[in-house]
């Protein structure tokens, strides 16, 4: 199945069967990364505009 050759490469299939596009797995993961670091920026940034606020 293509979709398993294109996994054991490292690519992700867009679609499970005839997939005519994929991404890259360390793509995704890098991606995933950046979203838990900035969710924590944003609860900082809500945080601090919060605190602002209420002086």
Known sequence: MIAQV???????PTAPSQPRMAVSIDLLAFYHSLFEWSCDAINAL?????SHYVR
């Open 6 to 12: 294109l996994v054991h490469a490292g690519l992700f």
């Open 46 to 50: 809500a945080s601090a505009l919060h």
